[in-house]
């Protein structure tokens, strides 16, 4: 069955298109989708969905009407047009995490524009969460407003963190006193790779805060866009004082996760 997975995210859309087969095991062919496609959701979550659906159909070599189930999810989830259900962010990350990854527990997906963290049951559905979608601080807004303040590419970020000797401390966990603070440091001379290390280091700070009610059992897999910063993932590393994996293309796992719930909905 071809399914389709649709994740709506505050900066990002992303589509996957699966072949899903109930009977097979589903990690081996889910963990590799036929297509995929992901661009900035811009001012038109609508407009967006249905252009990550088109580009991922593309890259699977299929039409339209080759999809038998679909889900929309993410932030704009509510404008995806055309989707069989809408489905929270929450089981669609815990969907595709586990499937990439059995062992997984706890799933800290670090998005755009929200931050979260889920515990899973054995069978990769959800048992609690937590979640910070109140303001930028720990999330990839926060990295973006940082690195324009520091005059880095966001990719570079990470980079400069590894090399840095000390980490400048950053008392202010929200973005405006933060971005302030970075100017601050940078008057001063400050290394940029200590306030980029330091920068990390508030991400990972922010989101222990977060899982502090929730019980962080291993295997903790790291997801969303900003998991593509290592720098934030030793940190939340450290951090948390656990081993964290980071499937390959992190950015996709909500989306993955829709198709997922599509072909286990529609089976
Ligand atoms: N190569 C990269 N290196 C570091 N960070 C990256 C990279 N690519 C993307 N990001 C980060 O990923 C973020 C977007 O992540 P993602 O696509 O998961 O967000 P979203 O789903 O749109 O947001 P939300 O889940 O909050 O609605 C950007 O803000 C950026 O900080
Ligand atoms: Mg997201």
Not at 201 to 212: D, G, P, V
Not at 225 to 245: F, K
């Amino acid at each position: 069955m071809i399914t389709a997975g649709i994740d709506v995210g505050a900066l990002t859309a992303k589509a996957v298109v699966l072949d899903f087969d109930m009977d097979r095991p589903l990690r081996q062919t889910q963990g590799r989708p036929l297509g995929r496609c992901l661009m900035p959701t811009g001012a038109s979550p609508e407009q967006a969905g249905g252009a990550v659906l088109v580009g991922a159909l593309e890259e699977a070599g299929l039409e339209a009407d080759a999809v038998q189930a679909s889900v929309g999810t993410g932030y704009g989830r509510g404008a995806v047009q055309g989707v069989d259900w809408r489905i929270t962010e929450i089981s669609c990350h815990a969907r595709g995490a586990w499937h990439l990854m059995p062992d997984a527990r706890t799933v800290i997906d670090l998005g755009g524009q929200d931050a979260k963290a889920i515990c899973l049951d054995e069978a990769g559905w959800p048992l609690d969460f937590e979640m910070n979608d109140r303001c930028a601080a720990g999330t990839g807004r926060f990295l973006e407003v940082m690195a324009a303040a520091l005059d880095v590419e966001l990719e570079e970020l990470a980079a400069l963190a590894a090399g840095a000797e000390t980490t400048a401390t950053l008392s202010s966990t929200c973005t405006v006193f933060a971005e302030s603070e970075v100017i601050s440091l940078l008057a001063e001379s400050r290394d940029v790779a200590e306030i980029a290390a330091g920068l990390c280091e508030t991400i990972a700070q922010r989101t222990l805060q977060m899982t502090n009610r929730l019980q962080v059992r291993p295997e903790v897999v790291l997801c969303g866009g900003v998991a593509l910063n290592a720098g934030v993932h030793r940190a939340m590393e450290r951090a948390l004082d656990m081993r964290i994996v980071v499937p390959p293309e992190p950015q996709l796992v909500g989306a993955l996760g829709a198709a997922i719930l599509a072909g286990e909905r529609a089976a």
